[in-house]
């Protein structure tokens, strides 16, 4: 059964920088797509990023474009986001998801989740 593990959360300030990771097991890593969604307090679940199953293609939320980068290691089972350039938006539950196909990227779409790994960014 597939496991996702994530990493990384913490308390930040405005501007710094942050990278989440999340571990995979229980299958064939590159048998997945990966993607991150964040819960901010009292909202959806919402897209973050994505990546393709050997890291050909990525795609991001608009609000994290240019600041936030997916990546994955196959060798290591691990996924990463690293966050840049944080805002008190940013604040929310981080969660990883594994799905075996691409898109639409929805949170529907995705079979299997982490418990999820708080980030908040005071101003």
């Known amino acids: 059964q597939v496991q996702l593990i994530e990493v990384g959360g913490g308390l930040v300030q405005a501007g710094d920088s942050l990278r989440l990771s999340c571990a995979f097991s229980g299958g064939t890593f590159s048998d997945y797509s990966m993607g991150w969604f964040r819960q901010p307090p009292g909202k959806e679940r919402m897209f973050v990023a994505a990546?393709?199953?050997?890291?050909?293609?990525?795609y991001y939320a608009d609000a994290v474009k240019g600041r936030f980068t997916i990546s994955r290691d196959n060798a290591k089972n691990t996924v990463y986001l690293q966050m840049n350039s944080l805002k008190p938006e940013d604040t929310a539950v981080y969660y990883c998801?594994?799905?075996?196909?691409?898109?639409?990227?929805?949170?529907?779409?995705?079979?299997?989740w982490g418990q999820g790994t708080r980030v908040t960014v005071s101003s």
């Open positions: 998801a594994a799905d075996t196909g691409w898109g639409p990227f929805s949170p529907n779409d995705y079979n299997h």
């Open positions: 990546i393709s199953w050997i890291g050909g293609n990525t």
